[in-house]
C-alpha cells in the first residue's frame, strides 16, 4: 500500500516510528506537510499537490495535525476524504476532538463520565459558577491551554474567585472543573485503536505538583486497566469518532472520569512504557480496514 503520514516534521519520534513500521510491514510511506499542500476543489477531479507534483495513488492517511494547524490540516485531510483515501481518523473527528467543550459535551450525551464541569466566558456571577461546579478546590484551565499549561488549582473560593477574574480579564473562555483528589496527581492514557485498548499507561506529576503530563516532569509507568476503564475509554473514542484515540482518564471514588480525548496521541512515551509496537499495530489496524473500504467501494462501481 501508499501510506500518506500528515506531519510537519519528519524528525519527531511518532512521525519516524510510523514511517518505519509502514515500511517494515512492506508498504510504502510518504510523509506530507499538510501547510505546504495545495488543493484543487473541482466536481470532477479534485487534487492535492505538494512539492509540485500530483499526490496520486495513496491507500490511506495518517494524520499527525498539530493542534496548532488544525484548520488547515483538517481542511487537507478532507480533501484526501473527498478523493475518496481513507483516513486511520476523519477531518470532522480530529476537530470536534481539538474543541475542548465540544468534546466534554459529546461525552456527556453518550454518558460517558467526567469530572463535573463549568464553562463560562464572561460570568456575571463568579460565585454562582464555582457553587455550580461544587465549590473549592477547583481546577481552572484554559480552553486553548495544551501540555498542562494554563490548568491551575485554585485550592480556596478566594483562590478561585481570583483566578477565575483573572483569566476573564484576559478574555479567555474557561473551563472550571471539580479537582478529583484521590487520583493522587495521576492519570491513565488509554491508547485506542478500533475497539479496542491496545496499550495503557500510568502518568504520576512530579513531587508537589498535581497536573501529570510528561512535558511538566511526570514519569509513565505500564498500568493494568480494569474493565470498567477499558469499557470507558472505548466509548469515549467512540462517541469522538475516532478510530485511534489516546484517552486520559483519572481514577475517582466513583469510577473512571474522562478528562480529554486526544487524536494524535504521541508514540514515544507509550512505546516506551509498554515496549509495544504501537505504530505497528495503527498499521496493522490500515491493513483490515483501508483494504475493506476499498472492497466497498469496488463493488458500488
Ligand atoms: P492539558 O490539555 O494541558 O494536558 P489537562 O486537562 O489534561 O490539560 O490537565 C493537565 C493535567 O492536570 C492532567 O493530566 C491531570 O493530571 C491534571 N488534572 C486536570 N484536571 C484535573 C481534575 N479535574 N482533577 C485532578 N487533576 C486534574
Ligand atoms: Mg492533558
New binding site residues.
Partial sequence: MKIGILSQNETLYSTRRLREACEARGHEAVIINALRCYMNINSVQPSIHFEGNDLTGFDAIIPRIGADITFYGCSVLRQFEMMDVFSVNQSIAISRSRDKLRSLQLLSRKGVGMPITGFASKPDDVPDLIKMVGGAPLVIKLLEG???IGVVLAETQTAAESVIEAFMGLKANIMVQEYIKEAGGA?IRCFVIGDKVIAAMKRQAADGEFRS?LHRGGSASLVRITPEERKTAVAAAKAMGLSVAGV?LLRSERGPLI??V?SSPGLEGIEAATEKDIAGMIIEYIEKNAAKKNRRHLQHQ
Avoid: F, L, V
Fill in positions: 495544551t501540555q498542562g492519570d503530563n486520559d478528562m480529554e486526544n
